[in-house]
């Protein structure tokens, strides 16, 4: 096997004074090459993956519901010392995750060779994160992210002006052909076996340099029963219910502080997922189109028939948007 070239500490610190200035280049810091204890990769520190290094900046955060902010150690935003780009740098971490829909529980785990494999597969799709995955001096899978600029696509879309009506007739058109292209962009995954494992909203950022929203975060897997796509298809419902009603719609909330559609609730018309949650938003604002309304209850408490792949759930789709633009004119 061919021998790689080490880096050493006098030149990692040529490289950082050639990128931002003699001033930048940190007293102390390490050169790592095996990210096997990612604890260890610290603020300024000069990780080396085959031939190119990168300088070590922030830790991400983890965005899950309930986690909000939580320091995820072992993914990294880092500068490439010999472009200067910024990337991410996902190091492996063996984490499992149960989810659970209605009565059946999913048990999710990380797997570095899907998220390697999808990495490859998208590469060329503009609604995906690229990059690619090098082995450290350890073997471990790491893969190198380009770094998307921008805001996740929920909080464009919470940040709409005007009371839910007006963004409905408004925005809402426009957010659910954005929406559309998501799915189709899932549609893709599938069509070619595999899942993305993970989809929720904070996993969708809109870049502002290419002006398209673009899913992030494909490496869980989770054990799937007779349907192969169920989990994805339940993200990508939850999802379209808080699209629509522009938050999420807590059955507290109506209870406390609109008690006539509190009482017009009844338990098949809450999440399946989510059971503090309405999914059944046609009780909540009556000029959501039916058509769209259906496809929000196939994810609920009361659902009859669930989805079995995108191609169903696109078909309603397209049937709920030819609705929407008679109702708004958009």
């Known amino acids: 096997m061919e021998s790689r070239k080490v880096l050493t500490i006098d030149a990692a610190r040529q490289l950082i004074a050639k990128l931002a200035g003699p001033e930048r280049v940190p007293k102390k810091f390490k050169v790592i090459t095996d990210t096997s204890d990612f604890f260890r990769v610290g ?75 999808i990495l490859e597969l998208v590469k060329d799709h503009p609604n995906f994160m690229h990059g690619r995955s090098v082995l450290d001096a350890a073997g471990n899978n790491v893969r190198i992210l380009e770094f998307i600029r921008g805001r ?16 409905f007739h408004q ?32 996993h969708i950022i809109y870049d502002r340099i290419l002006n398209c929203n673009r899913w992030i975060d494909f490496d869980y897997n989770y054990r799937h029963g007779e349907s192969m796509f169920s989990f994805d298809l339940h993200g990508l419902g939850n999802i379209l219910i808080y699209l629509v ?37 046609r009780k909540v604002y009556p000029y959501v189109p039916e058509s769209l309304n259906l496809i929000l209850l196939h994810f609920s408490i009361g659902a009859k028939v669930f989805y079995d792949n995108t191609e169903q759930m696109l078909d309603d789709l397209a049937r709920a948007r030819a609705d929407l633009h008679k109702l708004t004119g958009k």
């Open 43 to 117: 603020y300024n520190d000069v990780v080396v993956l085959g031939d190119t290094p990168f300088w070590v900046k922030r830790y991400e955060k983890e965005g899950r519901f309930g986690l909000d902010d939580e320091p995820k150690y072992w993914v990294r935003r880092a500068v490439e010392l010999t472009s200067g780009e910024t990337r991410i740098l996902k190091m492996v971490f063996h984490e499992k995750f149960v989810s659970r829909i209605g009565d059946v529980t999913i048990e999710s785990y990380r797997s570095p060779k899907k998220e390697t494999r």
């Open 152 to 167: 996740t696509f929920y909080e464009i879309v919470a940040d709409l002006d005007g009371d839910h009506e007006t963004y």
């Open 171 to 202: 925005h809402f058109p426009a957010v659910l052909d954005q929406y559309i292209e998501l799915v189709e962009a899932i549609r893709f995954l599938h069509e070619h076996g595999e899942k993305h494992g993970d989809i929720r909203r904070d």
């Open 245 to 281: 009603g522009r938050e999420d719609i807590l059955v507290a909330d109506l209870h406390r502080q609109h008690r006539e559609i509190f009482d017009r609730l009844w338990g098949e018309d809450l999440n399946i997922s989510y059971r503090n949650r309405v999914a059944n938003l």
